[in-house]
């Protein structure tokens, strides 16, 4: 289990104890995890399309590159975050893993599933204007979807609230 607390830059942070301990679950809250998640999935959402797409690969080898970029740097944003509070790197790992596992998976689900399922999507190529529509709405689809699963999360102690004490 994670250290629940964590003492860098003269700063005391104490952090609930017991184990199901609750969080506070606001909307606002959970949207700021779920953008911070957004930013590394569309990171790698896009890089992989772009990768793939440019070099000509099919649909299930671009989508494979997209997904695992996704989950690269989705967690390697909250692993800067948390290696800047100190944290030693097999500890920052068990983080990451903690807070976006699921935030990552919810998203990158409809977010490619959303791209799976609109027609002639998959087929578009960066110069065309359903690629990048079809790629835009997919990800705010997965942020709609993934908000209330972080605030769900969040409300548990789990997901994102297992990050937010190494936030500053």
Not at 137 to 143: D, E, R
Not at 154 to 162: D, E, M, S
């Amino acid at each position: 289990m994670l250290e629940n607390t964590h003492e860098t830059a003269g700063h005391e942070h104490a952090h609930h104890a017991a184990a199901g301990a609750t969080h506070p679950a606001t909307w606002a809250t959970a949207a700021r995890a779920t953008l911070h998640c957004l930013t590394g999935c569309a990171i790698g959402e896009v890089l992989g399309m772009v990768v793939g797409t440019a070099l000509g690969w099919g649909n299930l080898p671009t989508t494979l590159l997209a997904i695992v970029l996704a989950f690269f740097f989705g967690y390697s944003l909250t692993l800067r975050g948390v290696l800047t509070a100190g944290v030693g790197l097999r500890a920052a790992v068990r983080v990451a893993l903690a807070a976006d596992t699921v935030s990552i998976a919810v998203m990158e689900l409809i977010d490619n599933g959303t791209i799976a399922v609109w027609p002639a999507a998959m087929d578009a190529h960066l110069v065309d204007l359903l690629f990048w529509v079809s790629l835009g709405i997919s990800l705010v689809l997965a942020f709609l979807v993934t908000t209330p699963v972080n605030r769900w999360m969040i409300g548990r102690g789990k997901g994102h609230a297992v990050a937010h004490q190494y936030h500053h």
